[in-house]
């Protein structure tokens, strides 16, 4: 027996056999979304009102800033609620807007990050051309089609999910509404939905991700032949905090669209599907203002103090 339309929803299971540990994980959760709505809204004031920071780095980190509070804003409500209480149902329709949503998000953020490590390349390899290379109105061609792409993929890759014939116990093995979930929950033949993910994830993790090792090689190798020390942690100042969001990102993105079919797998996926819809947002703004000499003198000026004194 199949139920094709699910008109009432799904369960979304979690760690429901761990009541200890979702009380646990309610309290990490709730803590990690106010320090990303915090975080990643300081680094979005930042970057508007301080002068300083009207550069194409500061741009796409705005950017990225404001992708990660929708992300999390779609998901931790229904997380938390979920988490606290016996009821862990979502409708049909908040399922959809969720996984929507999430792959609009996800993509656009592959995108993106792809673009910072283009942004970074030209700004250590090509640094006397960097102002005509990247100017404002690449920038925000480069966003927009970030976004498009991202806004694409979950028009092409959303309705062929929906449409699979749900088993009728709805029970999805997971916090979220996620693609590989909804899938696995299928009692027909999911064939092409696998295929169509599959490829979905070599365009959109594979091929960035491999762009930006090579984008970080052209400037690993250019920053050794930069004699003068002081350029070099300079280069690794300004290269270091984008390559540690980057690699977490990708880390947990790959362990949960890529995994192999296996229980432990899936149970593994659960761990890195909460990291990357909740860890990573979190970690973001910190990982660039607790390394960033610039956000933190921008911060103390928000303030109305001196930026020096303020960093000392």
Known sequence: MVNHTSPVGFILLGFSEH??????????????????LLGNTLILLLSTLDPRLHSPMYFFLSNLSFLDLCFTTTCVPQMLVNLWGPTKTISFLGCAVQLFIFMVLGTTECIL?????????????????YATIIHPRLCWQLAAVAWAIGLAQSIVQIPPTLKLPFCPHRQIDDFVCEVPSLIRLSCGDTTFNEIQLAVAGVIFLLVPLSLILVSYGAIA??????????????????????????????????????????PYAQERGKFFGLFYAVGTPTLNPIVYTLRNKEVKRAFWRLLGKDGESGES
């Open 113 to 129: 990050l792809t673009v910072m490590a283009f942004d970074r390349y030209v700004a250590v390899c090509q640094p006397l051309h």
């Open 221 to 262: 190798r250019a920053v050794l032949r930069t004699n003068s020390v002081k350029g070099r942690r300079k280069a690794f100042g300004t290269c270091s905090s984008h390559l540690i969001v980057v690699t977490l990102f990708y880390s947990s993105v790959i362990a949960v669209y890529l995994q192999p079919k296996n």
């Open 19 to 36: 009541p200890r540990l979702e009380k646990i994980l309610f309290v990490v959760v709730l803590c990690s979304y106010l320090l990303t």
